[in-house]
């Protein structure tokens, strides 16, 4: 059975950082893309940042220079490190791990407000 586990969220100001972890078991975790995606209330999912089984990484406009994905295949955890976070990052993030197939964290909250 697939589990896909993030953690990491909460609230923050603007400006400051965050780092969101995001841990699957039952798949090879080396073998799969990872990815992280955001839904705002009333907006549709969006990708924020993407990274293969190789390590080729992709991200949204929007965070580019400011959030990193990263992996570490040994704990099977993908990391989204976010720094100089806006208002805007607000949202609930969710990990996808996919290949094959795909499966979906539960989301976490991320709350950037002053």
């Known amino acids: 059975q697939v589990q896909v586990v993030e953690s990491g969220g909460g609230l923050v100001q603007p400006g400051g950082s965050l780092r969101l972890s995001c841990a699957a078991s039952?798949?090879?975790?080396?073998?799969?893309?990872m990815g992280w995606y955001r839904q705002a209330p009333e907006n549709q999912r969006e990708l924020v940042a993407t990274m293969t089984s190789g390590g080729s990484t992709n991200y949204a406009d929007s965070v580019k220079g400011r959030f990193t994905i990263s992996r570490d295949n040994a704990k099977k955890t993908v990391y989204l490190q976010m720094n100089s976070l806006k208002p805007e990052d607000t949202a609930v993030y969710y990990c996808k791990v996919y290949r094959y197939s795909e499966y979906w964290g539960q989301g976490i909250q991320v709350t950037v407000s002053s």
């Open positions: 039952g798949i090879i975790f080396s073998n799969w893309h």
